[in-house]
């Protein structure tokens, strides 16, 4: 499974059944690596991970991420190896315990979420799977983005995968995680030269994670104040976490990550007026073909 | 949803993916309407749902069952409208609870299953898809033998899906139910003549059934008493569970069914030489489009 190459994740929950399938073609004939389908309370990624696989030949699907408080540690690991077995080596689980007031808000359980996951991962790993098996097991990561979490997606999973983090800290990260870790980062990229448009588009989008404790605990330890974290973030904050602009400026934050040790680059385009489908002017400018 | 007279069933954990997209190829050009397959703990029924969907093109498929304990009622609703949003008007969410000690040996919880139904019936009614919806909602029928889960269905789904139950049985579930209510009634058949090897053979594939409380349950609830559940069944009970023989014998089982109340019927092909695989045999000679 080679992940150098640029990947991108599309928010399937806004997109009609042909949109998606029509975003997959295009994306891979643009030559990503990978296409990342999320979960929330919306579409379920295994089902949309098939469907993508099943109209696609070469492009890898990864989840990020699959949400562990929804299905059963076998459950989660049954359905990754199903579509292992179906599509060889490309389909990639990216596991994650999103955010406490989210989840409850949805009727799940939360709590302690790294033990949760310590254990989810051994039930992965143990659970039963009497059908035929895939040639190779999924690879696992981890959404991380604090430290007791980072350390067990470093010991118990094949890597970590990144939200809303500058290359500054992915080079930190690097560092911990060791040199054979995967470390698959994501940068948020919006193609808009207007500094007002593009930080009040950033704004609108950044008030859910804003308002996620684990989110706020990363942005405080990644040297951010109560200050920026205010209404929807501050220039230093938006300007940060988010490359908006031209191309030549978001190409050389996806530069960044490569050169602070991420093996992988993904990329959620988003547009300053919050439209429902992917913006593919940013989509075709940043292909790897 | 147009359900269809005569379905038929899979074990495809049994088969690789390309088998198993294979046979519900075929399945598919003999006519019949809905293809089921189980969830043990095996495969995910919803990538397998889709993986069979995709490979055809106007196959129902349905999970016989998927099973409730491993996913939260929010999640088994979402899965199964981001498969019909997928494949309008082509799939049926089975549910069922399975059997205790079964869960509890794979390392799942089972406590109050009618109630835990129930619930998670009732949670998956309220659950928002966030998504784009599918364009005709998703029948759910439930797996029931006894009768307060039967009631259940009655009250809360389109329907039930059963399991080894003979058609006299069948007609006092349709007068329970009343007429607009789906019964799905599973019929094993086995095309195999020779009395001694059909019945060996069927008895080699009964032993995790009989030894299973619900089955044993519904099974003394028919009438059967220990001497027809002891050494994985006898002569009597196999007859009545599994219709061997040829084709004509086949063919009027599963007439039986429908004159007893069944609206589908859907045959589980067991093959003679044992084994989950499919006996295609029985497969083609029953097949709706051979007329």
């Known amino acids: 499974m080679n992940l150098k190459k640029l990947g991108i994740l599309g928010y399937f929950d806004t997109m009609s059944n042909t949109e998606s399938v029509e975003f997959a073609h295009a994306v891979e004939k643009l030559g990503y690596s990978v296409l990342w389908v999320p979960e929330t309370f919306g579409r379920d990624p295994f089902v949309m991970a098939t469907h993508l696989l099943g109209a696609t030949k070469e492009i890898v699907i990864g989840t990020a991420i699959v949400n562990v408080w929804k299905r059963e540690a076998m459950a989660t690991g049954a359905a990754a190896r199903t579509i292992a077995e179906l599509f060889e080596d490309r389909f990639i689980l990216g596991l994650g315990v999103s955010a406490g007031p989210f989840m409850i808000r949805n009727g799940l359980k939360y709590a302690k979420p790294v033990t949760f996951m310590r254990e989810y991962l051994a039930g992965i790993k143990t659970g039963p799977f009497k059908a035929p098996l895939p040639r190779h097991e999924p690879p696992i990561v981890l959404a991380g983005l604090l430290p007791k979490m980072l350390r067990l997606g470093a010991e118990a999973s094949d890597g970590i995968i990144t939200a809303l983090m500058p290359p500054a800290h992915i080079a930190r990260l690097r560092v911990e995680l060791g040199p054979n870790k995967l470390l698959l980062a994501q940068q948020m990229v919006m193609m808009e030269r207007d500094a007002a448009r593009a930080r009040a588009g950033v704004r609108a989008f950044m008030r859910f994670y804003l308002n996620a404790p684990p989110y706020q605990r990363n942005f405080k330890a990644m040297g951010f104040s109560d200050d920026d974290l205010r209404g929807g973030g501050s220039d230093h904050l938006v300007d940060s976490i988010i490359a908006w602009g031209d191309e030549r400026h978001m190409q050389e934050r996806i530069a960044a990550h490569y050169a602070a040790g991420a093996d992988h680059v993904y990329v959620i385009p988003l547009t300053a007026a919050g439209d429902r489908l992917p913006d593919m002017r940013v989509v075709e400018a940043l292909a790897p073909h | ?291």
């Open chain 2, 1 to 291: 949803m147009d359900i269809g007279a005569l379905g038929v069933f899979g074990y495809l954990d049994a088969m690789s993916g390309a088998q198993a997209a294979e046979y519900a190829r075929t399945v598919e050009r003999l006519g019949y309407s809905v293809l089921w397959f189980p969830e043990t703990f095996g495969r995910d029924p919803f990538p397998t749902a889709v993986h069979l969907l995709s490979a055809t093109t106007r196959l129902i498929v349905a999970t016989g069952i998927a099973n409730v304990w491993k996913r939260e009622a929010i999640t088994m609703a979402g899965s199964a409208s981001t498969v019909a949003e997928l494949f309008d008007d082509r799939f049926i969410l089975g549910l069922g609870v399975s059997g205790g000690p079964f869960m509890a040996r794979n390392g799942l919880r089972f406590e109050k299953p009618v109630s835990f139904m129930r619930e998670y019936l009732a949670k998956m009614k309220a659950t928002q898809h966030k998504a784009p919806s599918a364009r005709h909602e998703t029948p759910i029928v439930i797996a029931a033998l006894l009768p307060k889960m039967l009631r259940l269905a009655a009250e809360e789904t389109c329907g039930t899906v059963t399991a080894m139950i003979p058609p006299r049985h069948i007609a006092r579930m349709r007068a329970e139910f009343g007429p607009d209510k789906w019964i799905c009634a599973q019929q094993h058949v086995m095309l195999e003549p020779d009395a001694k090897k059909a019945r060996a053979a069927a008895r080699a594939f009964l032993h995790f059934y009989l030894s299973a409380p619900p089955y044993q349950r519904s099974l003394r609830a028919m009438g059967y008493g220990d001497d027809d559940l002891a050494n994985d069944g006898s002569d009597r009970l196999i007859d009545e569970i599994i219709a061997w023989g040829d084709e004509r014998v086949l063919r009027e089982r599963i007439e039986a069914h429908r004159k007893a109340g069944a609206n589908h019927v859907f045959i589980t092909p067991l093959n003679p030489a044992g084994g989950l695989l499919p006996g295609m045999a029985a497969v083609e000679a029953l097949a709706p489009a051979r007329g």
